[in-house]
């Protein structure tokens, strides 16, 4: 057996290990002040999928909430809706 066959099935361990929490898929639910109607929804999520290392986002008005999928640095997902005129909080995470 060479030593790639006896690693691989450990690589899976290896990677979780060298990398922190953060470089890893996440789901973080927030939530959103500030969004009155279908345009204010689509600029958050536009904003959102602008952050570096979101792969998913989903954004609904009513209660204001965003989910996203992917391992971006959180505190970049609040700038980026910030700087639309909306604040958004991060209320719960789901690995
Ligand atoms: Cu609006």
Redesign the pocket.
Known sequence: MSFWTSFAPHSRDLYDSLYPARYIKMKTIWKIEG??????VAAVKSAIESVPGVDQVAVSLEPGRATVVGSPEPAAIAKAVEEEGYSAAEIGQES
Do not use: T
């Open positions: 969004m009155s109607c279908g345009h204010c």
